[in-house]
């Protein structure tokens, strides 16, 4: 692969508001994987008031955040909803944890307040529960090999899918979407929303790549081989948390 020649563009959306956990780390997992195959990365950071010019980017990330800066985000998204269900449509990656993948459902209800309105990339919605989960989540994913997915979960909020929406993976330590149904996050055509926090990414290498290819490809119209690196480090970080309950 003559990587050189290949470039993907990063639209990180609100992250003075959504990045609690240091979710932005996903954003350096994906920045560092691809300079280390010598493919360029450039990353712009969307704040509130900017414009989103779909024909740029190949991959969105939207971190996590509380209630409060869920609800700026919220507002904010509504102005962007059609161009990004546009860039959902044309095979763009977007990548959203807890609080940022809840907007791209239907809608949130918090307890006692305003409900917030998402942008609908996935056809899921999210009610505040009763109890609050935190703890480390392992999770088997079909999407990647190995399928096993480990992070942190700290989040009020229950996800529920609908129709055609699948799980991003089926739970087997932690609770995952809504402690009920064993499913954890949610995908439909390249949109991905997770609960999970950690950052995400740099202990889901094998993930992450994934993501790289599907965001070359959504760019350049092929399946780009990526080349292999060595993630000792990483592995090992993944398998410390595999079936750690606390
Ligand atoms: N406020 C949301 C909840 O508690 C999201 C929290 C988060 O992003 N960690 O469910």
């Known amino acids: 692969m003559d990587s050189k020649n290949y470039t993907i563009n990063i639209a990180h959306l609100y992250p003075k508001l959504l990045n609690i956990y240091g979710d932005w ?3 350096l997992t994906i920045k560092k994987r691809c300079e280390w195959r010598n493919i360029d990365v450039n ?3 969307i704040g509130i008031g900017d414009s989103i010019d779909i024909k740029k980017y190949d991959f969105y990330f939207l971190g996590g955040g509380q209630d409060q800066q869920q609800i700026a985000v919220s507002k904010e998204l509504q102005k962007h909803k059609t161009s990004l269900q546009e860039a959902r449509d044309e095979n763009a990656v977007f990548l959203a944890i807890c609080g940022g993948y809840q907007l ?4 949130y209800q918090p307890h006692n307040a305003d409900r917030l309105e998402g942008i609908s990339l996935l056809d899921v919605f999210t009610v505040a529960g009763d109890k609050r989960f935190i703890g480390n989540v392992t999770a088997a994913c079909e999407f990647v090999e190995p399928n096993s997915l480990v992070g942190f979960e700290n989040h009020s909020g229950l996800t529920y899918l609908k129709n055609e929406t699948q799980p991003l993976a ?3 330590v932690g ?3 809504n402690g009920k ?3 954890e996050g949610a995908r439909y055509k390249n949109v991905f929303g997770t609960y999970l926090h950690g950052s995400f990414l740099p202990k889901n290498p094998h993930f992450a790549d994934y993501l790289i290819s599907l965001a070359l490809h959504k ?3 092929e399946k780009i081989e990526l080349v292999e ?3 000792d480090l990483e592995n090992c970080a993944h398998q410390s948390l595999v079936n750690k309950k606390y």
Not at 104 to 107: D, I, K, N
């Open 181 to 183: 149904d064993k499913t």
């Open 219 to 221: 760019r350049y119209k």
């Open 104 to 107: 791209l459902g239907h809608y």
């Open 229 to 231: 690196l060595d993630d």
């Open 175 to 177: 609770n995952g979407n």
């Open 170 to 172: 089926y739970v087997e």
């Open 25 to 27: 780390g996903n954003v």
């Open 43 to 45: 990353i712009d950071s």
